[in-house]
């Protein structure tokens, strides 16, 4: 199957190719076992803690590609923590983590940074995608609002198609080819994240939804303000879905070009990502009053539907 290039989406196909001739950059010195076992197990709890399917799709990796995309969540987890959650003075803040994990001698005392050092050199991964996702990660301190989805899929790209992009490294892929699925995979998980967390992110200031579209359907910020949930609202919201469906369906083939072993992962969180869509249309698009959600029984009862799709790759 041949991806055609949609026109919001060739810019970033650009910077993803960037990436793929970037070389790694960074370097991480000799490290003793026992504190690199202690920062990949801090990796660990942290995407335990933080993300249940992410935690469960990398649990179907072998064990050392399994702690690898773990220090790929933790470094992700980090950087959007310090802009979302910190203390104030998110730029510094960024900037000084920007430091430490792009350095040429991480510190000892940071097990992320450790993990994340050792994973990024072990699996050839290239700096310029983590520099893309820091990027991303800023957006959010001087951006609130996005006028149109051509400026909002650059978001995407680079908060987590970089992720997608970074993850193939651990996984393997077959070549240049996988790039346009990987990035159309990160747009469609990021946009998900989006319809579901509309309320959540109003209350943080943040409206991560194509102004123009809202206009289209005769919305306005005080609607979102209102938290009204009438026809205007489900038009617009069906029509973001089915975007996000078919960037899914487009995106999936591409698990083809993984390496074998990596395959049902990331199958597996690509559609429990994409369930969260069913969650918001059985509540008639209310993402207001609600946070859209798939259980662990919902999550446990698709894997074997899944791991057979896998297979067929």
């Given at each position: 199957m041949t991806l055609h290039s949609?026109?919001?989406?060739?810019?970033?196909?650009?910077?993803?190719?960037?990436?793929?001739?970037?070389?790694?950059?960074?370097?991480?010195p000799a490290i003793e076992a026992t504190t690199?076992?202690?920062?990949?197990?801090?990796?660990?709890?942290?995407?335990r803690e933080h993300s249940r399917t992410f935690y469960l799709a990398s649990g179907l990796l072998p064990p050392v590609k399994r702690r690898a995309a773990r220090a790929l969540y933790a470094f992700c987890r980090i950087s959007d923590d310090l802009v979302d959650r910190g203390d104030?003075?998110?730029?510094?803040a960024l900037e000084a983590w920007?430091?430490?994990?792009?350095?040429?001698?991480p510190p000892g005392d940071n097990p992320v940074v450790l993990a994340w050092c050792d994973t990024q050199v072990r699996y050839g991964i290239p700096s310029l995608y983590a520099e893309q996702l820091l990027d991303g990660?800023?957006?959010d301190l001087t951006q609130q609002r996005y006028a149109t989805f051509d400026d909002l899929s650059a978001y995407c790209y680079g908060v987590a198609s970089t992720v997608g992009l970074m993850a193939m490294h651990i996984i393997g892929f077959a070549g240049p080819e996988a790039i346009p699925y990987a990035v159309r995979l990160?747009?469609?998980?990021?946009?998900?994240?989006?319809?579901?967390?509309?309320?959540?992110?109003?209350?943080?200031?943040?409206?991560?939804?194509?102004?123009?579209?809202?206009?289209?359907?005769?919305?306005?910020?005080?609607?979102i303000a209102a938290r009204r949930v009438d026809e205007r609202w489900q038009r617009f919201m069906r029509f973001?879905?089915?975007?996000?469906?078919?960037?899914?369906?487009?995106?999936?083939?591409?698990?083809?070009?993984?390496?074998g072993d990596g395959r049902f992962a990331i199958r597996a969180a690509a559609e429990l990502y994409a369930a969260i869509l069913e969650d918001i249309e059985?509540?008639?698009?209310?993402?207001?009053?609600?946070?859209?959600?798939?259980?662990?029984?919902?999550k446990l009862r698709r894997l074997p539907g899944i791991w057979r799709r896998a297979q067929r790759c």
């Amino acid at each position: 199957m041949t991806l055609h290039s949609a026109p919001w989406e060739q810019r970033l196909l650009d910077w993803a190719y960037q990436g793929l001739r970037d070389p790694v950059g960074q370097e991480c010195p000799a490290i003793e076992a026992t504190t690199l076992a202690r920062a990949y197990a801090a990796c660990d709890a942290i995407t335990r803690e933080h993300s249940r399917t992410f935690y469960l799709a990398s649990g179907l990796l072998p064990p050392v590609k399994r702690r690898a995309a773990r220090a790929l969540y933790a470094f992700c987890r980090i950087s959007d923590d310090l802009v979302d959650r910190g203390d104030g003075n998110g730029t510094a803040a960024l900037e000084a983590w920007r430091r430490q994990v792009s350095g040429k001698a991480p510190p000892g005392d940071n097990p992320v940074v450790l993990a994340w050092c050792d994973t990024q050199v072990r699996y050839g991964i290239p700096s310029l995608y983590a520099e893309q996702l820091l990027d991303g990660v800023q957006q959010d301190l001087t951006q609130q609002r996005y006028a149109t989805f051509d400026d909002l899929s650059a978001y995407c790209y680079g908060v987590a198609s970089t992720v997608g992009l970074m993850a193939m490294h651990i996984i393997g892929f077959a070549g240049p080819e996988a790039i346009p699925y990987a990035v159309r995979l990160g747009v469609a998980l990021q946009l998900t994240n989006i319809l579901r967390d509309v309320g959540e992110d109003w209350r943080a200031g943040r409206l991560y939804l194509p102004q123009q579209e809202l206009a289209d359907c005769g919305l306005t910020e005080a609607d979102i303000a209102a938290r009204r949930v009438d026809e205007r609202w489900q038009r617009f919201m069906r029509f973001q879905i089915e975007r996000v469906r078919r960037l899914y369906a487009e995106s999936l083939p591409g698990v083809r070009m993984l390496h074998g072993d990596g395959r049902f992962a990331i199958r597996a969180a690509a559609e429990l990502y994409a369930a969260i869509l069913e969650d918001i249309e059985a509540h008639a698009m209310d993402v207001f009053h609600r946070r859209a959600y798939i259980g662990a029984w919902g999550k446990l009862r698709r894997l074997p539907g899944i791991w057979r799709r896998a297979q067929r790759c």
